[in-house]
């Protein structure tokens, strides 16, 4: 059976005119995937460089490249340098497009693409100036009939101050919890499941719910899942969110005083840092509320 349906999938592929696949799939899977005119790679600043340049490779013709390097970079478990160097940046980068737009220069061969249709123009401007030299701009109406959450917490930006709460660095130091900060979201997720903002599901999910909970701390999602086991809110990291959207977010963030060392996230201070590609990613997933 297996066979016949590899035989299948071979028949199809050879036949279609557009293939839509990871990057990944395309060098475990090399026989699938050859002759191609053209290679749209998107989301290329999460692709390491070997796999960007394999992937371009499959090209007889163009190769677009599409994604934000204000966004997420690539995702490589290593602490060695040298091997960071050469895998861990991304492809904007090694082609100068990165440096060359801090510089306020016009790259060759780049074109950005300056209207959203996301969020509201409040959580736009937030980060549109800090990230984008403000040239992100919105191009939606405020949206009519939008679910909102309950006072005090419809507005654009509410901000819930934890810091005199001390974090919990999990036993390996790679990440934190903070365990107050988790009790205070579940009882906020509580509070609006309550008023209606959205329903309980039976099966502990919810993929189209209004809310959403991320955190940039694997320790910290770990916490808050289990907390808000059943309730049918999603939580997960920054990255599980990455492409996502929801109404509401709260953005749950563990570092707090009295914290010997301060978590990369909270530190970070130019565009290019980790952190603020992290933050970025995580304040544009919401459409209306920021919590």
């Known amino acids: 059976i297996n066979r016949a349906l590899e035989g299948i999938e071979k ?3 050879a036949e279609a005119r557009i293939i839509g696949a990871t990057v990944t799939k395309t060098y475990l899977t090399p026989q699938l995937f050859t002759n191609f005119d053209a290679v749209i790679i998107d989301e290329a600043s999460m692709v390491m460089l070997p796999a960007v340049y394999y992937a371009s490779g499959l090209a007889k013709e163009k190769v677009i490249v599409s994604g934000d390097f204000r966004q ?3 995702i490589v478990p290593t602490e060695q340098a040298a091997i960071q160097e050469l895998i ?4 904007f980068q090694a082609a100068g497009i990165t440096e060359a737009v801090k510089a306020q220069k016009a790259p060759k061969r780049t074109v950005m693409l300056t209207d959203q249709y996301r969020m509201n123009d409040a959580i736009c401007r937030m980060i549109s100036g ?3 030299a403000g040239r992100l701009k919105t191009q939606i109406q405020s949206r009519v009939g939008m679910p909102s959450p309950p006072p005090p917490f419809g507005g ?3 901000v819930i101050d934890t810091s005199p709460i001390q974090p919990f660095v999990n036993k390996h130091g790679s990440s934190r919890y903070n365990l107050m900060n988790a009790l205070a979201v579940r009882n906020l997720a509580r509070h609006f499941q309550e008023t209606g903002f959205f329903p309980a599901t039976a099966g502990g999910s919810d993929e189209q719910g209004n809310l959403g909970i991320c955190t940039p701390f694997a320790a910290q999602r770990d916490v808050l899942k289990r907390l808000t086991s059943g309730s049918g809110v999603i939580v997960g990291t920054v990255h599980r969110y990455q492409g996502d959207e929801r109404a509401a977010m709260i953005i749950d963030v563990p570092d707090s005083l ?3 060392y301060v978590s990369l996230f909270a530190q970070a201070g130019s565009p290019e840092d980790a952190g603020s590609k992290l ?3 995580a304040v544009i997933r919401p459409e209306e509320n920021i919590i």
């Open 11 to 13: 028949s199809i592929v």
């Open 88 to 91: 861990g940046s991304d492809v």
């Open 130 to 132: 800090r990230m984008y």
């Open 258 to 260: 009295g914290e010997r």
């Open 156 to 158: 654009s930006l509410t």
């Open 279 to 281: 933050f970025n990613v």
């Open 72 to 74: 997420l970079s690539p």
